[in-house]
């Protein structure tokens, strides 16, 4: 879907008291920028998610470890993962760390300790990180280090993304303006050793420290977690919030109004992001949303998105534009969920194909005509009476996303 | 891999005492044999397991309740599946029983009720079934029931399959020769519409009624439930075991030297036949063999297996001749079951890639030539010092994949 452009970022999303910068160090060979910092005047809140994969990479068990008394600082490399790289993996993601206190130390004043700054890497898993360069980069990102860095930071963290993915935020929260920027990196998970999704967050809004992991966690939930492209998971899939308070606002307490608004704000943020992704996917030629209604529970609505977004043989009824449901529901059968046949439908745009388990009469001319589209909507009824709900992205695989993924060599 | 066709099976392995045929109703287009019959001249012990799809088609619903008193009869159409047929379904599949049990009784005499008849179906979900050509069929294929009929109704249960599928074996057990044969569909479940496995075997050997479940249970968990080829369980899946007893050998009761005997070989055949299935895959290229052990169970090491076979971006290391073993990594560990990267190894034909979580040296032009045979081996430890183990097939994906599934019209 390379015809696709997001909209700018309006710069008036940027947030108080932050800096952004997206530098080249070298690590890719194409020279493009590959070294991505992020940095709060002050120590700021932060929550973030990690990858629960068995092999997360180093900067992801670095990451987990630091930041628990506040953050200053992300940094974030592209063309390496420094994944499956062992104890030395370690001590370079530590290391990268280091080097941007020092460098901060250097250039601001003031101190800033390794264990404030959150680290990420994206690339190539089981090749050690070429730490030298990196090293060598970080005092020129911090010297590049501006208010309106943000669109070279999103540049910096992409691996084959074909466009940046940024979105923002600006909203009155107790009649003080507050603001929240959001960038990413992910195309579709799609390239060889390069399937990581990162997210980086940053407001000026004031919150309560309990406050912003769950808001975190329910707006990845419904965002980055609810997109498929080939259904795998990363060795470093990392999301970040920091929260400064810079906008001077009184601190954001749970179960507020103020509260509620920064949760939508957020979810909003994540959500445009993940959808960049999908639309992102080399060789996908259709953005698919599945609505999932009638499950059990709102998490088997989810797991049974999940099956239908991961099925290959789904994907190739997107791919071929043939409304061909039975593969849907057999997809929906295996889910390992709740569902009931006899209460079971599912329709195309608002067209029944199946309902109470059982074909329905459709126009076929219409169906192929939605499925032509290069955005429809699959509703799915699970058919249990229950009141569990999901809604969930996925997209198709092509000949060129075969082409893409096998025939290129690292 | 269509080049590959499997070695004819000695008719000496058909069982005594079982005919079998293979018709044309007229369910495919092409006009190829699509209606099968498997008859002992006897009632039948048997054994069978089903698809847990919650889908599961209308004949899988009838069949589940049958032959609780013994079995004279497996009947299966090819062609439609009567899945998501709702009551007309079950009702067409019940029809299917009682033509054949009332065209058994008319031809050879005897009583044949429709509830000792097992009744499958493979094709396109969600259309009628043409209860008319089938029945208009039955007495035509009891007509043409044959001792040797075996090629015939292996034959008429193919799909999109590129050759017949079957494998027999014969054996003395206390003495007394026996014999086995079985019969298989499933072209990887690649083709639109037809994903379906089925299996029917039969023998002539007697056994206690309490082994022959177990038995079959055991050597689907190592076959059939043991390949991947895209990943989706059918609404269909069905395995039928039949035991008639005319060898005349002393039943063979659990726990003996007989009973080891008759579960090696019921393994051996289900495996070739398995083997067959992943051969055939429209646009596959290698049949790749996955050997998951240190595995806290076996089930933990078969989840691992399953999780790697189903990957659609190691697939396309397969498919690309990559040895990219970062994307086997990141499989195993979001596999859900536990892995520890400090104790994982990953070899490619006895070659290590990676172990203790870190890159091996390896000569990277012996892994490119070992990625180009048709087929090797993906030998991988868990790490967890566990004794579970799991052997699975699976296959990559190409162009031609893409091409058959999402281009084809129905």
Not at 7 to 20: E, H, I, L, N
Not at 225 to 230: E, G, R, T, W, Y
Request: with cysteine; charged share 20%.
């Amino acid at each position: 879907m390379a015809h696709w452009v997001p909209t700018p970022v309006d710069s008036s999303c940027y947030p108080q008291g932050f800096c952004a910068a997206g530098v080249t160090c070298g690590l890719k060979e194409s020279r493009r920028p590959d070294l991505a910092l992020v940095v709060s005047d002050t120590v700021s809140q932060s929550a973030a998610m990690f990858t629960r994969n068995c092999f997360a990479a180093a900067p992801v068990v670095v990451s987990r470890r630091h930041c628990q008394q506040g953050a200053r600082a992300i940094v974030a490399s592209s063309g390496n993962a420094n994944a499956c790289t062992g104890d030395q993996g370690e001590r370079d993601a530590l290391a990268m760390c280091q080097a941007v206190a020092q460098s901060l130390e250097a250039r601001q004043g003031g101190s800033c300790s390794a264990d404030q700054v959150y680290v990420c890497s994206t690339g190539v898993i089981g090749v050690p990180l070429p730490i030298e360069k990196i090293a060598a980069g970080i005092p020129l990102a911090v010297e590049a280090l501006s208010p309106a860095g943000w669109e070279d930071a999103a540049e910096a963290i992409q691996t084959t993304d074909a466009f940046r993915k940024m979105s923002g935020r600006r909203w009155l929260t107790n009649g003080t303006e507050v603001r929240l920027i959001g960038i990413a990196k992910g195309a579709g998970m799609i390239h060889p050793d390069m399937a990581t999704m990162l997210a980086f967050l940053a407001t000026d809004a004031a919150a309560e420290p309990s406050l912003l992991q769950g808001a975190l966690r329910s707006a990845v939930r419904d965002s980055f977690a609810s997109i498929s492209v080939d259904g795998d998971t990363s060795t470093n899939d990392t999301v970040i919030l920091l929260a400064n308070g810079r906008a001077g606002n009184a601190p954001i307490a749970p179960a507020t109004e103020a509260a509620d608004q920064l949760q939508a704000h957020l979810s909003d943020v994540c959500s445009e992001l993940a959808h960049m992704m999908v639309r992102d996917g080399e060789g996908a030629t259709k953005l698919v949303a599945l609505d999932i209604r009638g499950a059990r529970s709102d998490e088997e609505a989810r797991q049974a998105a999940r099956a239908v977004a991961k099925s290959v043989l789904v994907k190739m009824c997107f791919l071929g534009e043939d409304p061909n449901w039975g593969r849907i529901a057999a997809a929906l059968g295996a889910a390992g969920v709740d569902v009931r046949p006899e209460g079971c439908s599912i329709a195309f745009d608002g067209i029944e194909v199946m309902a109470g388990g059982c074909p329905q009469p459709a126009d076929q001319d219409r169906l192929v005509a939605i499925l032509k589209r290069p955005e429809f909507t699959v509703a799915i009824d699970l058919g249990t009476g229950g009141s569990g709900r999901a809604r969930f992205w996925t997209c198709d695989i092509s000949e060129e996303y075969v082409q893409f993924n096998a025939r290129y060599r690292t």
